[in-house]
C-alpha cells in the first residue's frame, strides 16, 4: 500500500475492462490545429530537404501565428517553431553547427535551479511521473516483502520525491509485529549538492517513520553513457541485501546511434542479480535516424501532452507555462535541433525495450491488480480528466491522452 490510497478490495477493478492494444494516433485536430501541424511538417521537409531558404520563409508565417501564452495549438507551434528556427541557425553557420547544435539544446536546461524546480511542478500538475513513480514503487514492495535489507538503486534520483511513499507503506506494513528492514538508497545525478540535499530530507522523512535508513550518492557528471563504467565497483552492496534497481525516465540516455551503452549497462544491472528493475519511459519513437520522421513522431506525442495541459489546468496557470517552456521545451529542442552525440532525448517505444532488456537476460514480471487499482485511483483522485487513459499490454501499464500512449511502466528480473 503505497501513499494515503485506500486498499480497500472496492478499489480492485477488472482488469478486463482495460483496452489491451495500442491505438494508433488519430487526434480530433480543429482546423486551425490541422493547418498549423501541416505547416510545421511541411516546414521540417523543407529543412530536411536542405531548402533552408523556403524554409525561414514558412518558419516565419509559423512564428507570428504563435505564442507561449495561447491555446495549446499556438503553444506547440511556439516551441516546435523554436526549435526548428535552432537546427536552421546551425546550419547558417556549419563551421560551428556541431557546438551550437550542443549549445542550443542545452539552452532552457543551463539554470539547474529552474530545471530542477520545474521538475517538481511536472510532478504535481502531470499525473505521468506520480503514476510512474507510485506503479515502480508498488512492484518493488512487493518484490522485497519479508526481506531484512533493502538497497535501491534509482537511476537519476532528482529530488527523491518517489521514496518517502515506499518508505511510508514499508513502515506500515511492518507496524508493532517485527521490526522494519534496513533500508539503503543509492542515488544517482550529476550535482552533488542536490544528491547531499536529498539524502539529507529522505533520512530525516526516515527518522520519522522509526525506519533504519542510509543513503549514498553517486555523480555520475555529464555523461550517462560512461555509467556502466562505474558498475558495479561503485555500488556499496553488502551480502546480505536485497537489490532493487530503479530506472524512471533514464535509460533512453544511454542510446546513442547504437544501443552498444545501454546493451552493456543492462548486461551490467542483469550480473548484479535484483530482485526487481522498475523501468518508466515515454512511448515515442524520438531517436529515429531520420530528422523528418523523428519530428512527425515528436509532433503528435507532444501535441497529446499540451492537449492534455490545457485541458486540466486554467489558462492563466503559470506552473504549466514554466514546464512547457522549460521541461517539455527543452525536450522538444534536443529532439528536433541537435544531432549526433549532443541529442540525448532519444525516446523509444515499449516494443524496442522489451526486446533490449529480453536479449539481456531480463524477464517480465506482470504488475499487480493491485498496482492497476492504485494507478486508476491516483487519476480519479487527482486528476479527474476524462481524458486520460490506462492500458495494460503484456503484463505493463500504459498511460496517456485520449487515444495516444504516453508513458510506460514496467518490471523487471
Same mark, same amino acid.
Given at each position: ?13 477488472? &482488469? ?8 494508433? &494516433? ?14 510545421? #511538417?511541411?516546414? !521540417?521537409?523543407?529543412?530536411?530537404? =536542405? *531548402? ?24 506547440? #507551434? ?24 550542443? /549549445?542550443?539544446?542545452?539552452? !532552457?536546461?543551463?539554470?539547474s535551479e529552474a530545471f530542477h524546480s520545474t521538475y517538481l511542478s511536472l510532478n504535481q500538475i502531470t499525473p505521468f511521473i506520480? +503514476?510512474?513513480?507510485?506503479? !515502480? ?43 522494519? &528492514? ?37 555523480? $555520475? ?15 556499496? $552492496? ?5 537489490? /532493487? ?9 544511454? @542510446? ?35 530528422? @523528418?520522421?523523428? +519530428? ?41 535541433? !541537435? ?28 504488475? =499487480? ?25 503484456? *503484463? ?11 508513458? =510506460? ?5
Open positions: 500500500m503505497l501513499g494515503s490510497f485506500s486498499s480497500s478490495h472496492e478499489e480492485e477493478e477488472d &482488469p478486463s475492462d482495460l483496452q489491451y492494444q495500442i491505438p494508433q &494516433p488519430s487526434r480530433a485536430f480543429s482546423p486551425p490545429a490541422i493547418q498549423m501541424r501541416q505547416l510545421l #511538417v511541411s516546414c !521540417a521537409e523543407l529543412v530536411s530537404q =536542405s *531548402d533552408f531558404s523556403a524554409a525561414r520563409r514558412l518558419l516565419s508565417i509559423l512564428s507570428s501565428n504563435s505564442s507561449p501564452f495561447g491555446d495549446s495549438t499556438e503553444r506547440l #507551434v511556439h516551441q516546435f517553431s523554436a526549435a526548428l528556427s535552432l537546427r536552421l541557425s546551425c546550419y547558417a553557420t556549419p563551421a560551428t553547427s556541431s557546438g551550437a547544435m550542443s /549549445a542550443s539544446a542545452n539552452t !532552457a536546461a543551463a539554470d506520480r +503514476f510512474s513513480q507510485l506503479t !515502480a514503487n508498488q512492484a518493488i514492495l512487493e518484490a522485497i516483502e519479508g526481506q531484512r535489507a533493502i538497497h535501491i538503486l534509482d537511476f537519476d534520483i532528482m529530488h527523491g520525491v518517489q521514496w518517502p511513499p515506499l518508505m511510508q507503506a514499508i513502515a506500515e506494513r511492518c507496524g508493532n509485529l517485527h521490526p522494519p &528492514p534496513m533500508i539503503r538508497i543509492t542515488g544517482t545525478g550529476e550535482d552533488l549538492g542536490i544528491l547531499q540535499r536529498t539524502g539529507d530530507r529522505l533520512l530525516k522523512f526516515a527518522q520519522s517513520l522509526g525506519l533504519k535508513f542510509q543513503f549514498h550518492p553517486l555523480l $555520475l557528471r555529464n555523461d550517462p553513457t560512461s555509467v556502466p563504467l562505474y558498475l558495479p565497483s561503485a555500488l556499496q $552492496l553488502l551480502p546480505d541485501e536485497t537489490l /532493487a534497481v530503479n530506472c524512471v525516465l533514464y535509460l533512453h540516455r544511454l @542510446l546513442k546511434d547504437d544501443s552498444r551503452d545501454l546493451r552493456l549497462f543492462l548486461h551490467k544491472i542483469k550480473a548484479m542479480e535484483p530482485k526487481v528493475v522498475t523501468i518508466a519511459e515515454r512511448e515515442a519513437n524520438h531517436n529515429h535516424p531520420l530528422f @523528418l520522421q523523428r +519530428f512527425v513522431e515528436a509532433l503528435d506525442h507532444y501535441t497529446a501532452v499540451f492537449d492534455s495541459l490545457e485541458a486540466t489546468l486554467p489558462p492563466t496557470s503559470r506552473e504549466r507555462l514554466a514546464v512547457e517552456r522549460i521541461w517539455f521545451g527543452r525536450e522538444i529542442v534536443d529532439i528536433v535541433s !541537435a544531432e549526433g552525440d549532443n541529442r540525448r532525448e532519444r525516446h523509444e517505444r515499449f516494443e524496442s525495450w522489451e526486446v533490449m532488456l529480453r536479449s539481456s537476460g531480463f524477464s517480465n514480471v506482470p504488475l =499487480s491488480p493491485f498496482a492497476l487499482s492504485q494507478a486508476k485511483l491516483l487519476l480519479r483522485l487527482h486528476y479527474p480528466s476524462e481524458g486520460y487513459r490506462l492500458q495494460i499490454i503484456n *503484463d505493463s501499464f500504459f498511460l496517456g491522452w485520449q487515444n495516444q500512449a504516453l508513458f =510506460s511502466v514496467s518490471s523487471w528480473h
